[in-house]
């Protein structure tokens, strides 16, 4: 995924996600969302494995 911050008005900022745009009113606020989506994308995820998928 491709993550861009850029400013797009006088104290509006705008986080790109591939084709999705999130906009902020603060460069600081977009940074921090920035480093909140990276740690997320980047944990480990633990995915079900198949029988569990089956019973439930």
């Not at 491709?2 to 104290?11: D, G, M, W, Y």
């Not at 920035?34 to 439930?56: V, Y």
């Amino acid at each position: 995924m491709k993550i861009l911050i850029k400013e797009v008005a006088r104290s509006q900022w705008q986080v790109c996600l591939d084709q999705h745009a999130v906009t902020f009113r603060s460069e600081a606020e977009a940074r921090a969302f920035t480093r909140i989506l990276e740690a997320r994308l980047q944990a480990p995820h633990h995915f079900p494995d198949q029988q569990q998928r089956a019973a439930g």
